[in-house]
């Protein structure tokens, strides 16, 4: 049993070390005096050395015993620190958050969700990862993130194996090159919208959106002309600057003011989109927290 000892004898050694009495000590320990006796002398034979110089009628440390007691209280304090630390990690509150996003929620509500989210539970470290639905996706496959934004077109499903979280709905809007004969009116007309050149984002990174904006045309009996594709809503308006084409893009993207672009609205496209957060079924308690305070920053006014 040599080396040997427990977390009870180091309270025990520790209540003698500061009391220097065994009656004291036991009293404070809500024992009575042999059992700590016994104690401490198992706690010596366990560590190799005497921890106290006993005589009738005093009992001092030992430079062992001394050299024991401020290890022996930080250790005591580390443990008393593990129960709270255990539950705040299994209530979320602790631990860490990787976190995908798209783009366009980064110019919406996203910064302030994650500013009072860091504000309400600092425990919790966040890894946060700009990429699209496919990236994001790959990323969950590959277990490096617990829970991302996403951009679809309105009322869409989560993908199978996945819960969400609807937090943003909103119109698309159009941009237009400031310069363009449909940026002069506030709202222009929707057939001749339709007729300009295109810029839009791969199929592959929000396929709901993708195909809504296709179905338009079709209801239209128009026929999209895709001048450029890109997967970035920055890059997006950027082409739509150069003269590239027009795009549709979230309400939320039109903060991003651009020299050379406008945005219009056109409510009977009758376009929406919606971001929503999403998770796997199988999750982990920090990021039902992260669920939780975005539902209830998301309803706020």
């Given at each position: 049993m040599s080396g040997v000892f427990e977390l009870r004898q180091l309270r025990q050694f520790v209540a003698l070390a500061e009391e220097l009495h065994f009656g004291r000590a036991?009293?404070?320990?809500?024992?009575t005096q042999p059992p700590l006796t016994i104690a401490i002398r198992q706690l010596e034979t366990?560590?190799?050395?005497?921890?106290?110089?006993?005589?009738?009628?005093?009992v001092v440390l030992s430079?062992?015993?001394?050299?024991?007691?401020?290890?022996?209280?930080?250790?005591?304090?580390?443990?008393?620190?593990?129960?709270?630390?255990?539950?705040?990690?299994?209530?979320?509150?602790?631990?860490?958050?990787?976190?995908?996003?798209?783009?366009?929620?980064?110019?919406?509500?996203?910064?302030?969700?994650?500013?009072?989210?860091?504000?309400?539970y600092p425990g919790v470290q966040l890894a946060l990862k700009e990429a699209t639905l496919d990236v994001q996706l790959a990323a969950f496959a590959a277990g490096e993130i617990d829970a991302g934004f996403v951009l679809h077109a309105a009322g869409a499903a989560p993908p199978p194996?996945?819960?969400?979280?609807?937090?943003?709905?909103?119109?698309?809007?159009?941009?237009?090159?400031?310069?363009?004969?449909?940026?002069?009116?506030?709202?222009?007309?929707l057939r001749a919208a339709l007729d300009e050149p295109l810029v839009?984002?791969?199929?592959?990174?929000?396929?709901?959106?993708?195909?809504?904006?296709?179905?338009?045309?079709?209801?239209?009996?128009?026929?999209?002309?895709?001048?450029?594709?890109?997967?970035?809503?920055?890059?997006?308006v950027n082409l739509v600057s150069a003269g590239?084409?027009?795009?549709?893009?979230?309400?939320?993207?039109?903060?991003?003011?651009?020299?050379?672009?406008v945005y219009r609205a056109l409510p009977a496209s009758g376009l929406a989109c919606?971001?929503?957060?999403?998770?796997?079924?199988?999750?982990?308690p920090v990021v039902d927290r992260f669920i939780d305070h975005v539902r209830v920053q998301a309803a706020s006014p």
């Open positions: 036991a009293a404070r320990l809500h024992m366990a560590l190799g050395a005497s921890l106290f110089h006993r005589t009738r009628r005093s430079p062992a015993g001394a050299a024991l007691l401020p290890e022996a209280r930080r250790l005591l304090a580390d443990a008393d620190r593990l129960g709270p630390l255990v539950r705040a990690a299994a209530e979320g509150q602790l631990g860490r958050l990787r976190l995908g996003f798209v783009s366009s929620v980064g110019y919406g509500p996203l910064p302030g969700w994650l500013k009072s989210f860091r504000e309400a194996g996945f819960e969400s979280l609807r937090v943003l709905h909103e119109r698309l809007a159009l941009a237009v090159p400031s310069d363009h004969p449909l940026a002069a009116g506030t709202t222009p007309d839009i984002f791969p199929r592959p990174i929000t396929p709901s959106l993708y195909d809504a904006l296709l179905s338009l045309y079709s209801a239209h009996q128009a026929v999209p002309q895709i001048a450029q594709e890109a997967i970035q809503m920055q890059t997006i590239m084409g027009v795009a549709w893009v979230p309400e939320s993207v039109t903060r991003l003011q651009r020299p050379g672009v919606d971001t929503s957060l999403i998770w796997p079924v199988s999750r982990q």
